[in-house]
């Protein structure tokens, strides 16, 4: 069954916990988020179709995506109480993905307005997104006293970072030049 009704008075139940909480707490809050960035990750990697990095056989846009969109699954799971953790190596391979990017593509000259394509468009939504996400983590670490990984927590951190070369490399990848405000 899709519903239960139990949470018509504002609270919810998470995985591993007894404890009813309301969906206005941090923790809620800090789920909602995770899986509002998985969510739009889904559509980024069904606009990215099957353009590839050539770079040292990494894949694709796609299978990228796909990758951080397990890992966040894994995060959801140790925030709401599950045995899960994050392995070191996830964080290694997005370090050394953000780091083949920066090497291929040209050096940053300041802020750029987000667009171009609208693959970088979405992944700019996305950095976004995974900033703010960060942000709620964080919060239910301090408020509700969740402990979560440090793995995750530097994960997270990242993430907005690897989102970031990928909006770049995406409009690199199709001859986009990035535009700069000009304030």
Known sequence: MLYTGKGDDGTTKIIGSEKRFT???????????LDELNSFLGICRTKSGDLSFDLDNEGSFSSTIRS??????????QLAGADKIL???????????????????????GFSIPGGTELSAFLDT???????TEREVIRAKDKEFIKPEENTLAYLNRLSSLLFALARFANFKEGVEEENPSY
């Open 23 to 33: 969906k206005g707490s941090e923790i809620t809050e800090a789920l909602g988020s």
């Open 68 to 77: 951080v969109q397990e890992n966040l699954f894994i995060i959801q799971a």
């Open 87 to 109: 392995g070191e190596g996830a964080l290694k391979d997005m370090e050394a993905l953000i780091e083949k990017i920066e090497n291929t593509i040209p050096p940053i000259k």
């Open 126 to 132: 996305a950095r976004t997104l995974a900033r703010r």
